[in-house]
């Protein structure tokens, strides 16, 4: 199933703009939330990578724009914390109506304690994640601190933030003051997990300390080592997803995965940015991507380095299966494989087209007390491996739409 664009309307009757992300089964496992920084959006790099994390663990994410930002309706000005709490409860409820009760919200920043509150207020939620939160709303005041006296005295100002402009009215310093995260967790009894950096200077890891300890069991703590407040590092990012994705299920009613439905064993997905490519193999996902160097985000193998790994799998498959029914003491097999385009021995047709072969290096490694007959037919065995055979002989490929 694609990613879907994907409209709500909140309590205050305004159109909230939202990406579904959907993994690629039948059935997603669970449904999440996720609920990005103050005046950030649901594009940005942490919220794009920590959703695909994610999605590979069976995990659907709804990521959309709080009001006033990004494609969403309404004036940013009029907004505040208990409006963005009120977003998430909307974002929970169109989940429940459309698609399923979403089980889990992470949230990151200010958006990790506006999750708190609406996971604390909505039934279906079983775990929250926060990334980089402050310990309270009001911390991210901090941010304000040339422009409050003005907000004070004159009931409004206009902020620069990241390079983007914003009207921050006095309701807004006032909503956050009444708010004290520490009511929200004393009385919540949900799976929480604290994920923070030490070296975060936006919103300091003594924040993550505080909001750790004042939460009820069961409660995971996550340093992010070296990340900084936005996970700007997609590795961060996506370490962060994977993270969260494994806690998850341990707390939620995560339903089994089941195999994707398909006359193909193999189903790849990549949408209209990049290489970083989705595959599900019966019900095994991983990320398929090319290096940085050509564009890529290096999150998975290349495509050859994975046809590169079928021949090496299958190599020490068949050396071990082989040697079992031999009963051989075979401990162990290495197999070591490269891929490179070689010319023919002769170069007669060096520039012509075809000139070039494919051709697999492979080294094996073989382990135990073997003798000298039984490791030459180990070798002889490893060329008749079902990947090797099928590498060697004609290829037919036909192609059609679906």
């Not at 940005?44 to 590979?56: G, K, P, Q």
């Not at 989940?95 to 207020?121: D, K, N, W």
């Not at 009001?138 to 409050?148: A, F, M, P, R, S």
């Not at 100002?157 to 006032?174: E, H």
Request: proline letters at 3%.
């Amino acid at each position: 199933m694609p990613s879907q664009k994907v409209h709500f309307v909140n309590n205050n009757g305004y159109e909230l703009s939202a990406r579904l992300e959907l993994p690629m089964l039948p059935k997603p496992g669970a449904y999440a939330i996720f609920a990005h920084v103050f005046t950030g959006n649901k594009n940005l790099i942490a919220t794009r990578h920590i959703s695909r994390a994610l999605n590979m663990k069976g995990i659907a994410v709804l990521r959309f724009d709080f009001t006033g930002l990004g494609d969403s309706e309404g004036d940013f000005a009029d907004t505040n914390f208990t409006s963005n709490v009120d977003d998430l409860i909307a974002a929970a409820d169109f989940l429940t109506e459309h698609y399923e009760a979403p089980s889990l919200i992470v949230g990151h920043s200010l958006g990790g304690a506006a999750s708190i509150f609406a996971g604390s207020q909505i039934d279906s939620i079983q775990a929250i994640a926060t990334v980089g939160a402050p310990a309270e709303p009001e911390h991210v005041t901090h941010l304000l601190e040339d422009k409050i006296i003005e907000i004070e005295s004159e009931g409004k100002a206009m902020i620069n933030l990241a390079g983007r402009t914003f009207t921050i009215k006095k309701q807004f310093l006032d909503d956050l003051r009444a708010y004290k995260l520490n009511d929200a967790l004393k009385g919540m009894n949900k799976a929480l997990m604290v994920l923070h950096s030490p070296q975060d200077r936006v919103v300091e890891i003594y924040n993550a300390a505080k909001i750790y300890k004042t939460a009820n069991h069961p409660k995971s703590f996550v340093t992010l080592n070296g990340a900084d407040h936005m996970l700007t590092n997609k590795d961060d990012a996506f370490y962060t997803g994977s993270v969260i994705a494994s806690w998850a299920k341990r707390y939620i009613n995560f339903s089994s995965s089941p195999e994707l439905k398909t006359d193909r064993q193999v189903v790849a997905r990549l949408g209209d940015s990049g290489f970083t490519t989705e595959l599900m193999l019966g019900r095994h996902g991983l990320l398929a991507d090319e290096s940085e160097q050509v564009g890529g985000f290096d999150f998975g193998p290349s495509p050859y380095q994975l046809l590169t790994s079928a021949l090496a799998a299958c190599t020490t498959m068949t050396l071990q299966m082989y040697a079992r029914r031999k009963k051989w003491p075979l401990e162990e097999v290495e197999c070591h494989v490269n891929y490179s385009k070689e010319y023919y021995e002769d170069c007669m047709s060096c520039d012509g087209e075809g000139a070039k072969l494919d051709t697999f290096d492979r080294s094996i490694e073989l382990k135990g007390e073997l003798s000298e007959e039984q490791i030459t037919r180990l070798l002889e065995i490893a060329d008749k491996c079902p990947v090797h055979r099928s590498l060697s002989s004609e290829i037919i490929i036909t192609t059609s739409l679906k």
